[in-house]
């Protein structure tokens, strides 16, 4: 594997687990949606000391995750030598993983692993 591929595959990996965190944030926004329509999420871009927060509704959020390889990223968070920016918002971008990256996005993704379950 090339080295711009093992990082591409990192990011992936990074990006799988803040989308875990946020599965587990989830379940607080959806407590909070009848009087806060926008939760907070902690954006899943690649850079691992990225903790910052990014507003999106349920069912922005729910939109994002039907694709196992795409991530909601702050504007100025994505990284177009690795990933695509599929969509752009006022407040945030989707990216999508590519190639290896995103085989690990989809294999590492909770939701896909629970249906197989």
Known sequence: MTPDAQEAV???RHQSLFRDVNE??????EQFSPILPMGDWVCECADEECFEPI????????????HPARFPVLPGHELPDIETVVETHERYLVVEKQGAARDVAIK???RRRNQQE
């Open 10 to 12: 990192r990011a992936a």
């Open 108 to 110: 590492n993704d909770r």
């Open 24 to 29: 587990r944030i989830e379940e607080l926004n």
């Open 55 to 66: 507003e999106l509704t349920m069912e922005e959020y729910e939109a994002i995750r039907e």
